[in-house]
């Protein structure tokens, strides 16, 4: 299957976060939810759930948003240890324990790129909050610190599926 990209980054989307308190479902619908983008495949979403709406970023401004956060500085050793790294928690940290210190320190630096492009990227496309202005400050405001990291991860999720189509999105 080819990627096939949005000819228009007029398309926005509303969308809420699974760590809202308001937001009820099962790990199975918040896995459908993050598929489709479809709040049908929630539980419950509460009048009073936090709303998130997100631009499709162009090509060029996922791009653009790579290149701020350090693309061409980046780690490749990293970015190596990264995509070789095991999947399953323990037997990724007895992995990582293995690692020399300068391949640590090179995966470190790749996890903070990585980090850097979702905020760029989150900087690009969330235009509102509730209907009103937003910035990326405001999702850096919201504690605690794991309610942030999820709404990060669901908001880069969404901006990419929203960003990046396959077939039968043309």
């Known amino acids: 299957m080819a990627l096939n990209f949005l000819t228009s980054t007029d398309q926005s989307i509303t969308v809420v976060v699974s760590c809202d308190s ?3 479902a099962s790990e199975e619908q918040k896995s459908n939810y993050l ?6 495949d929630l539980e419950h979403v509460a009048d ?9 970023l162009s090509p060029s401004e996922r791009e653009n948003a790579e290149q701020q956060a350090g693309a061409y500085t980046r780690s490749e050793l990293g970015r190596l240890l990264w995509v070789e790294a095991p999947i399953e928690t323990d037997e990724r940290a007895r992995w990582h324990h293995g ?32 209907d009103e202005p937003a910035t990326l ?10 309610n942030r990291s999820n ?20």
């Open 22 to 24: 308001d937001v009820k």
């Open 137 to 146: 400050q405001d999702i850096q405001n919201i504690r605690p610190d794991d």
């Open 151 to 170: 709404t990060i991860s669901e908001l880069i999720v969404h901006i990419q599926r929203i960003s990046i189509l396959g077939i039968e999105g043309k």
């Open 48 to 56: 009073t759930a936090t709303r998130f709406t997100l631009k499709a």
């Open 35 to 40: 598929q489709t983008g479809n709040m049908s």
């Open 99 to 130: 690692l020399t210190d300068d391949e640590r320190h090179a995966m470190s630096e790749y996890q903070a790129y990585l980090n850097r492009v979702y905020y760029e990227m989150i900087r690009a496309s969330l235009t509102h909050i509730n």
